[in-house]
């Protein structure tokens, strides 16, 4: 007898008995009723990412070589058909679309459905996806797997399913907002970044997706992250809007003690901009997906560090504890700037980190690496806890991610909207000017500087250097900006890497953020 046999058959007894019973001799045989499943959850994940931190980490299986052999374009070339796109069914706003695996994405990924609380793994499937030009020659395996998946919204038109985030690619995602494009990354974790010897990469190795329902503002990713030294459950809360937000939370279970551990790790590129052009053989004049590290520091400072195109690694660190925020912006707006039509540099969203909770002591350091090209990715700006993580003590953190176009609102103060360096015109004590000296302009505006326009008096430049002599200093008002042009002329040991800062005030009161820049002299040598 099947389970829905007996079912059919207990409930004509009930019925039969209900004709002739007494109510308590009813209630005597009523069968107990069995207790509710447990709906599929964070808790879940996270028991899965403890036991599996319990046991040693295995890489998992290898992708067949025809696929592991595709390159980029032939990869590319494998689309999903949008008429299989998963979700519809609740009539939601939301649509899911899977990534084939192949070219770099050699580690396939489980993706499930949450439905009424139970998880569904999706199949792969061949009919899933439009091969193009790609061929094979034999099928390929039903077991394959995804490299990963997208969640579309109607971001920009009621009508369209527009791309609102995407996994792809180790703990790798990015999201959008309205009127955005991608450019920068945000990863779940990063360990050793910028450490000599190499960085590890965990992987987001199996996600759930709860299918929201149809008048749902927000769908929920659940992930499982892996890698030889940690474990962890993430839960991301994504809220499409003009500003998209993802809430992250998670829970780490160290498998070794882990000394540089990056939270909330950001990803992006800077080729050349206006403060750093040392490659400038293009009609483009400036070609970056940031062009500034942002922080809010927990006494309430705001700094702006600008980004370069380093020649060197280059690692600065800005001493936090329980900081405010942080951030790798897009401030320049202007698409003259960029001149790229297809690209759309100036459409590219800044990612603003809000820590949630108590993050304690650490830093926020940001990595630039050296490119010799747009196509690589060589900035990195993360928070690095003071602690370390050790082996047998679990791991909690959360934050808000903001995907923007315009951060002004952020603070009220004046910010820096260009930086630009020159060889000093003069130094103003009859210094020769030599290649240990250098002059920076920064322009400031925004806040309250248009108003001291007026009396630009009134306006006085606060500068300071680490490790080199700050020569001359003084400001310009510009009424093309409505604001004030700083000029720092500074004087550097031949070799040595000079650490500015500096903000403008009006008596006891803080005009703007505070502008961050390091400058190496040139060592003869």
Known sequence: MTVTDRRRVLAGLSAALCATAAPQALLAQQPEQAPPQPRFGFEEVTRRAREIAAVPYEAGPALPEALTRLDFDAWREIRFRPERALLAQSNSGFRMQMFHPGFLFTRPVTVNVIRDGVPMPMPYAANLFDYGRTK????????????????????????????????????????????????????????????????????????????????????????????????????????????????????LFPRKPIEKLGLAPLTSMFFTGENDRRFHDDFRTELHDSDG????????????????????QAVSSFVERNVRGFGLMQRDRVFEHYQDLDLNYELRPSYWIEPQGDWGEGVVELIELPTTDETNDNIVALWAPKLALEPGREFRFGYK?????????????????????????????????????????????????????????????????????????????????????????????PGQLAEMRAFLKSGSKTLTETWSYPWRAPDPS
């Open 401 to 493: 991610l903001t995907a923007m176009l315009e951060s002004g609102d952020l603070h009220p103060g004046g910010r820096v909207i260009n930086t630009y360096q020159a060889k000093p015109k003069a130094l103003g004590s009859g210094e020769a000017v030599t290649e240990n000296t250098r002059r920076f302009i920064v322009d400031f505006a925004g806040g309250d500087l248009g108003y001291y326009l007026k009396q630009p008096e009134k306006v006085e430049i606060v500068p300071s250097i680490a490790y080199g002599r700050i020569n001359r200093a003084f400001l310009v008002p510009n009424p093309k900006t409505e604001g004030f042009r700083a000029f720092i002329d500074i004087v550097v040991e």
């Open 136 to 251: 094979f020659d034999k099928p390929l395996p039903v077991n394959l797997g995804f490299a990963g998946f997208r969640l579309h919204y109607p971001l920009n038109d009621p009508r369209v399913f527009d791309e609102l985030i995407s996994f792809i690619g180790a703990s790798y995602f990015r999201v959008l907002g309205r009127a955005q494009r991608y450019g920068l990354s945000a990863r779940g974790l990063a360990i050793g970044a910028g450490v000599p010897g190499g960085e590890e990469f965990p992987i987001f190795r199996e996600f759930w997706v709860e299918s929201p329902t149809a008048d749902a503002d927000r769908v929920t990713v659940y992930a499982l992250l892996d890698s030889p030294s940690v474990s962890g459950a993430y839960r991301f809360h994504i809220y499409p809007d003009g500003d998209s937000v993802v809430d992250v939370g998670a829970v």
């Open 293 to 312: 590290l942002m922080i809010h520091s927990s006494t309430g400072e705001w700094i702006w560090r600008p980004l370069r195109n380093a020649r060197v």
